[in-house]
């Protein structure tokens, strides 16, 4: 179905406020979700929608969570979630960060006992808009065996990096898992076969059937390199920040765990270039090195996604046909007006 992120933001929020929400909190987590989908990240997009909604609805996710202060150390905040909305918390996250950076040179925010914020690339985009570094961490539930290993421990271990080069920033936005589990979902909810060496089966077998790979194991990355990256990610999220460890982390697309708090964590970094040297040739040189990169005909990472100031109303959002249906019904059942491309 074709609309546009206007109308599919406003579903979104409108859904959220109908569930619970504050206007406030639903209304930027609508904005992240509705912003994967405008990235082309659907896997992270309105096809999750409607798993937020039961966990809301089910008290998986509290409505009426307030972020609280653990310890305050100037450019180090510790923030606890309080099991609130992942997306709202994240970007709380970031924009502190971003500015205690411009104070400190450097900012770190975490968030402990949070769910799921969606694409992590896009809490990095208010960083480099400032010319800072920006570095995203959080985990999620275990679906990724250790190298060797025949259980699941790890998370996707995602991580996302933006870097304030010109004339565009490079964003660094990955699983390190062979595919992000988001992909697997989307495929199951399009019937899609999936290619070899992207997941497993619940009992260790290599599976081609997305839905069998959805509550089974993902494949790290480069084999044995990737596990190590992706324990890296914990030791940095469930490990630091806690309180759970990803083999604790309950599953937001388990109908079985919807009434259970995640319990997951995000870490957010923010450096400012300015403050490593003396002058602007720190920022000159993150030119030179992506410039390097496209005039060896290289591609830089993430410069066809749009950035926050331009997305407008009319950009187009294409959602699944199937996930659409699912979404107008909620509507409807929550008495929320559908917004005219909605309706065809």
């Known amino acids: ?36 989908d405008a990235w ?45 909305m992942g997306h709202f918390q994240a970007h709380h996250a970031s924009a502190v960060a971003t500015e205690r950076a411009g104070t400190y ?11 799921h914020c969606g694409v992590l690339g896009l809490y990095v985009l208010e960083m480099v808009s400032k010319g800072f570094i920006g570095l995203a961490f959080t985990n999620g539930p275990a679906v990724m ?16 990096c933006g870097i304030p080069s010109k004339p565009r920033p490079a964003i660094i936005d990955l699983a390190t898992s062979t595919v992000a589990r988001g992909r697997i979902a989307q495929a199951a909810a399009k019937d899609e076969v999936i290619p070899d060496g992207w997941a497993f ?10 839905k069998l790979a959805l509550f089974g194991m993902l494949a790290p990355m480069a084999g044995a390199k990737g596990f190590a990256l992706a324990l890296m990610v914990e030791a ?31 870490l ?3 450096l400012d270039p300015s403050a490593f040297a003396d002058d602007d040739s720190a920022a000159d040189r993150l030119d030179r090195m992506a410039d390097q990169v496209i005039q060896t005909n290289g591609r830089l990472p993430g410069t066809s996604r749009p950035l ?26 929550a008495k929320v007006v559908l917004p005219s491309s909605w309706r065809a």
């Open 1 to 36: 179905m074709k609309s546009n992120f206007a109308e599919s933001h406003q579903i979104a929020k409108d859904l959220l406020v109908a569930y619970g929400l504050p206007l406030g909190v639903a209304e930027r987590s609508a904005y992240e979700i509705t912003m994967a």
């Open 201 to 210: 089966d619940a009992s260790g077998a290599p599976t081609n059937d997305a």
């Open 236 to 266: 940095l999220t469930g490990g630091l920040v806690g309180p759970s460890l990803s083999s604790e982390v309950a599953d937001p697309l388990s109908l079985n765990d919807i009434a259970k708090p995640q319990g997951l964590s995000h």
């Open 308 to 333: 926050s100031d331009e997305v407008t109303d009319d950009t187009e959002v294409d959602i699944t046909e199937s996930v659409a249906a699912e979404i107008i019904q909620m509507a409807r059942d």
């Open 145 to 160: 065996p250790a190298w060797g290993g025949n259980k699941a421990i790890l998370s996707t271990s995602p991580l996302a």
């Open 268 to 270: 957010l970094i923010a």
């Open 105 to 115: 040179g450097v900012s770190v925010v975490s968030v402990a006992d949070s769910n």
């Open 40 to 84: 082309g990240r659907g896997s992270h997009g309105l096809l999750r929608l409607p798993h937020y909604l039961r966990r809301i609805g089910a008290g998986g996710i509290d409505k009426d969570a307030e972020l609280t202060v653990i310890k305050d150390k100037g450019p180090v905040l510790s923030l606890n979630g309080n099991g609130g």
